[in-house]
């Protein structure tokens, strides 16, 4: 469970970003407007980044606020699942980034793959839909959902991406070192219940 203090910076973002959008009364705004400086310090003087680059990422957004989605896709080949290794951290995830505007789920899925590792694949199934927060992620500023799709393999060879230095497939009980941001051991671990199992069932939250 993520820290309480990001709790409450999260939820004070999201309640002054949700009265800025919908107040008309100028003393409103001006305390939802303090609302939203608090849940800025908050974070600063438990990150040590600063309040001007913290304003910018975390408190920059108009209109209700609600989760960003994070979409990963699962490919297996030979009993293995497919990895990239990201160059931000230098560990591995599966290919995936945030949802895009205009592309459905499966779309992102397969754009994704295609970027990071260089295979052409078509979606399957959902197989998970993740509450970060529910999970053992590091903290984040944003509240965000992350949707799991099986995909399939149907063409492409092994390429690195503009984000990825390295792709590789790999065993159950031979994980590499886990971009946990990203990905969990324990969310890997459901992805290969799906391969043993195709009629898991969806897992949520």
Same mark, same amino acid.
């Given at each position: 469970m993520e820290p309480k203090w990001l709790e409450w910076a999260k939820q004070l973002q999201s309640i002054a970003q949700a009265g800025l959008t919908y107040s008309k009364d100028?003393?409103?705004? @001006?305390?939802f407007e303090m609302i939203r400086d608090i849940s800025v @310090?908050?974070?600063s003087l438990h990150t040590d980044v600063s309040k001007t680059v913290i304003k910018d990422l975390f408190a920059n957004e108009t209109g209700y606020a609600t989760p960003?989605?994070?979409?990963?896709?699962?490919?297996?080949k030979d009993n293995k699942i497919l990895m990239v290794r990201e160059n931000t951290d230098g560990?591995?995830?599966l290919p995936g980034g945030w949802g895009d505007v205009g592309l459905s789920p499966s779309e992102v899925a397969v754009k994704e793959v295609k970027e990071e590792s260089g295979f052409d694949v078509k979606a399957k199934k959902l197989i998970a839909v993740f509450d970060k927060k529910c999970h053992p992620?590091?903290? &984040?500023p944003y509240h965000v959902y992350k949707m799991f799709i099986q995909c399939e393999v149907i063409g492409g060879k092994p390429q690195e991406g503009? @984000?990825?230095n390295a792709v590789e497939f790999f065993a159950e009980n031979e994980?590499? &070192?886990? &971009?946990i941001a990203r990905n969990t051991e324990s969310q890997i671990q459901l992805a290969f219940k799906h391969m043993h199992n195709p009629q898991e069932p969806v897992y949520f939250d």
């Open positions: 100028i003393y409103d705004l @001006e305390r @310090e908050m974070l960003k989605v994070d979409i990963r896709a699962v490919v297996f560990d591995w995830a992620h590091p903290p &984040s503009i @984000e990825t994980l590499p &070192s886990l &971009s």
